[in-house]
């Protein structure tokens, strides 16, 4: 039997990852924070529910100690939990977002990987560290604290992976674009939040406000980062990275260069003025 800590296993794309694997041949430590989807995992063969903050660091040590009850080893850590955001970096709550998504999608990461090491060490096991298509696409208006949070999570996981090739643990990311998840409703409900608060982007939100329906629309079915998960978990010599979902009308723009990018933006969504008259 293999052995995987999985983080974020109560959010729409981990829960998928660790149903897979519990019935694939792993025994998994389904790690989370909500109380009552950490209950309905338990029915599950081969799932053991651990509660866990990944925000404090006590709480993660914690969570390894009831991980020894069953082994003393891991053959591989998966990092999935994470949250997004819609918002803007010069209105409304943008620092304290920021702040927030850091130490979640970054921090937290770190924090698991650091106390859980030597565990997969033991087991001659790997890292899987989930990113996302906006931590390597060219960064999307108003989505800045998200942006900056998986842009890091793209540093880190590449340093932490030239680290540990010298100790032959491989470090693979998941790169994840649009899914049917929880993490959808919030950046909706984020931009609809900035939309209504606004004194400056109310014309630019309403025009972006048909792409963003139609992202979420072409949203994809989760359990297609699960089958990537166990590709990665699996593979004799997996990939550095592997991509999934990602939206082929932004990935058009990555064939651009920066300036072009910021001419389609304006183009599409900046306010138009008639002899200084509004449109």
């Known amino acids: 039997m293999r052995y995987v800590f999985l983080i974020g296993a109560t959010g729409g794309l981990g829960e998928c990852c660790v149903k897979r ?27 053991v529910p651990v509660r866990i903050d990944i925000t404090d660091l006590e709480s993660v040590k914690a969570a390894k100690q ?19 955001a819609f918002a803007s970096m010069i209105e ?21 990987n650091y106390v859980f090491f030597d565990l997969v060490e033991k087991g001659h096991g790997r890292i899987v560290n989930c990113s ?7 960064s999307q208006p108003f989505a800045g604290p998200y942006a900056l949070s998986k842009y890091a999570v793209e540093a880190y996981n590449d340093s ?8 032959g643990v491989p470090v693979i990311k998941i790169q994840p674009g649009s899914f049917r998840t929880a993490i959808g409703k919030e950046v909706a409900d984020g931009f609809d939040k900035t939309l209504g608060n606004t004194a400056r982007y109310g014309y630019v939100l309403r025009k972006m406000k048909p ?30 990275q ?29 306010e138009r003025k008639n002899h200084g008259a509004s449109i």
Do not use: C
């Open 242 to 270: 592997y991509r999934v979902g990602s939206d082929a009308l932004l990935s058009l723009l990555e064939l651009l260069p920066e300036a072009g990018v910021d001419m389609a933006y304006q183009l599409f969504f900046k």
């Open 132 to 138: 996302s298509s906006a931590g390597w696409m060219k």
């Open 21 to 47: 694997l519990s019935t694939g041949g792993w025994t998994v430590f389904a790690g989370g924070t909500s109380e009552t989807k950490l209950k309905a995992l338990e029915r599950f063969e081969h799932i």
């Open 66 to 84: 009831i991980v020894l009850k069953y082994t003393d080893k891991l053959d591989a850590v998966v990092n999935f939990a994470g949250a997004a």
């Open 211 to 240: 792409m963003m329906d139609s992202i979420f629309r072409r949203s994809g079915d989760p359990d297609a980062v699960a089958r990537v998960v166990i590709k990665a978990l699996e593979a004799k010599r997996p990939k550095r």
């Open 92 to 112: 409304g709550d943008a620092v304290e977002l920021s702040e927030r998504l850091l130490n979640l999608n970054v921090m937290g990461t770190i924090r698991v």
């Open 160 to 167: 932490l992976r030239r680290e540990l090739m010298y100790i």
